[in-house]
């Protein structure tokens, strides 16, 4: 009974150990631009998650200052400006637009005009296509269909 | 003669897709360009790993180095760790950043394993670390004369990373130092 109880114990203590740590903040509008900015900066060691999901070390370090510098009363701007000088546009979900990033902004924009322009053309010549033959291929056919006539 | 064009339309699309998998395949998604390249090495306030005294960025610069963060918690760094001797061996001045770590095991990891560093500064919290992006560990910094970061390496350094990459890097950095 003791043994099965501190299994449970140290199960949960696992558990607790698992969860994210919290945070105090000063104000609610501070919690707030924590969980919209901890969402928004992605984790450099992980491929897709963002500091609020990630239980990465390097992950722990970014939300410590994140928290740090809201409450240290820094702006959005110079929180995201923090990140990217160190660990570059990666860090975030929404880079911002400039000479590097253009491809990855203006690429989905490009793709979808080129698909458009596509669909354009193939919509036109299948309207155009219809049944137009050449004087020869008049007479082929008439050929043709005349053997057949015969054949039958 | 263009409707039959058009029939390889799909062979094309294939060839141009299948070229942009296979260079995939070589490419590493884990890597990262560092933001800190051309950018000088950071300010930092520490303590050295030997004997606790203060270090500052003005004591680590002044000729090209590497800069080789570790920890004992990192696998990767103990495999690492003789080709950082051999490296030392030859002149090579090393200093390493023990991040995230505790003294007492990083210093007995350098009496069991050899202490390939010039000194070593304590990142206890990771702070230097982040100024430095650091997202995990083994990293290595090329820091040229001036304490500008020209490279940076993620992951185990080897003899084929050295002789691929670091060391035409490093010849270049030691030239321009020597310069007037």
Known sequence: MRASLLGVMLLLSAYAAAVIETYEFS???????????SEELRCPKCQN??????????SQDLRRLLHQQLEAGASDEEILEFMVARYGEFVRYRPAFNAVTA??????????????????LILRGRRQGG???????EAQLAALLKNSEKDA | MAPRLKLFLPLVIFVVLAGFLYRGLSLDPM???SALIDKPLPAFS?????DGRALTRDD????????NVWATWCISCRAEHPYLQRLADTGIPIYGINYKDEDQ?????LQELGDPYRANIVDREGSLGVDLGVYGAPETYLVDADGVIRYRHVGVIDDRVWRDTLEPLWREVLAMAQEP
């Open chain 1, 131 to 137: 049944g137009s033959l050449t004087a020869d291929d």
């Open chain 2, 105 to 109: 095991a990083a210093r007995r990891w």
């Open chain 1, 103 to 120: 491809v990855l902004w203006l690429a989905p924009l490009l793709l979808l005009l080129a698909g458009v322009a596509g669909l354009l």
């Open chain 2, 46 to 50: 520490l303590t050295a790993l030997a």
């Open chain 1, 27 to 37: 104000t609610p509008a501070l919690e707030a631009r924590y969980q919209l900015l």
């Open chain 2, 60 to 67: 680590v610069i002044g000729e090209p180095a590497l800069f």
């Open chain 2, 31 to 33: 890597e990262l360009p």
């Open chain 1, 49 to 58: 998650q963002n500091i609020a999901d990630s239980n990465a070390p390097i």
